[in-house]
């Protein structure tokens, strides 16, 4: 196997395991419906969580390397929250289209709701044409926002991930 197969095969599974904590918070806050002070502690619970295992993944791909610099690491993490992303969107495009449809209706109402505020009306803007195509424009806004979350926090843990070079003055 070649090293860059072993690198997106590793990462694809370890972006499965981290788009699951995702979809399980997604899942837990919708059949529970919690309180607000509940819904901020999932999300902490779930910040906690997506970073902890992010970083366990970077620095265990780079066990048993000779060299893994902050490069290789920041890749590698990148690589592992794409996956992850396009996991986690398109579970949340299955979650609002089939699963909780509610859902769906709820961003609905929210969105009319404030373009009827901003007083924005039918004839100014084809409401039925977006919320046709809200679901799709959800899904991509949530893969964006999740590749900018993993751009991130890669970047941030890369430089926790790496090998300690040991330095000499000379």
């Known amino acids: ?24 918070f997604m899942v837990l806050q919708s059949v529970l419906a ?3 002070w509940m819904n901020i502690l999932f999300w902490i619970i779930k910040l906690a969580a997506t970073l902890g295992l992010l ?7 780079g066990k048993g390397k000779e060299s893994y610099t902050y490069s290789n690491s920041f890749k590698f993490g990148l690589a592992v929250s794409f996956c992850s992303s396009i996991i986690a969107a398109a579970y949340y ?3 609002v289209m089939f699963l909780f449809p509610d859902t769906a209706s709820q961003i609905t109402n929210a969105l009319l709701s404030g373009f ?28 964006i926002y999740f590749n900018i979350l993993g751009l991130l926090w890669s970047s941030l843990l890369a430089n926790g991930t790496k090998h300690k070079v040991a330095s000499t003055p000379f």
């Open 55 to 61: 970083f366990y993944f970077m620095k265990d791909f």
């Open 116 to 143: 009827e505020q901003a007083g924005i009306t039918e004839e100014d803007f084809n409401t039925d044409k977006l919320v046709a195509r809200l679901p799709v424009l959800i899904t991509i806004s949530q893969l």
């Open 34 to 36: 919690p309180a607000r």
């Open 1 to 24: 196997m070649s090293t860059n197969q072993s690198f997106w095969n590793k990462a694809a599974i370890y972006g499965i395991l981290l788009a699951l904590v995702s979809v399980f």
């Open 93 to 95: 495009y299955i979650h």
